[in-house]
């Protein structure tokens, strides 16, 4: 059974920074292509960022790139997105995602991906 559990959002301020955690079970982080989504209230889910699975090639929403950055711990089984300079349209419900089908290339569609954690929610004041 797959299993992903986000944790690490929180309250708070614009600039300010925090850490999310996904950690997998059922499945080695490495072997699989993971990525990152939000829903901001009353809107659809979006992409964040991606790191794939055989290169570790990563890939970001051009509103969060030099901000985010997301990584993985093969050895906790754990994948990452440190945000920093955080802005409160960053606020959201953060999910993050697995693709078990190891295809080539990058998907930051939503359909790309078959299992999804929980949520943990970021809220960002001004």
């Known amino acids: 059974q797959v299993q992903l559990v986000e944790s690490g959002g929180g309250l708070v301020q614009a600039g300010g920074s925090l850490r999310l955690s996904c950690a997998v079970s059922?499945?080695?982080?490495?072997?699989?292509?993971m990525g990152w989504f939000r829903q901001p209230p009353g809107k659809e889910r979006e992409f964040v960022a991606t790191?794939?699975?055989?290169?570790?090639?990563?890939y970001y929403v051009d509103s969060v790139k030099g901000r985010f950055t997301i990584s993985r711990d093969n050895a906790k089984n754990t994948v990452y997105l440190q945000m920093n300079s955080l802005k409160p349209d960053d606020t959201a419900l953060y999910y993050c995602?697995?693709?078990?089908?190891?295809?080539?290339?990058?998907?930051?569609?939503?359909?790309?991906?078959?299992?999804w954690g929980q949520g943990t929610q970021v809220t960002v004041s001004s």
């Open positions: 995602a697995l693709d078990s089908s190891r295809r080539a290339g990058i998907d930051a569609s939503t359909s790309g991906y078959d299992y």
């Open positions: 059922g499945r080695t982080v490495g072997s699989y292509s």
């Open positions: 790191i794939t699975w055989r290169t570790g090639s990563v």
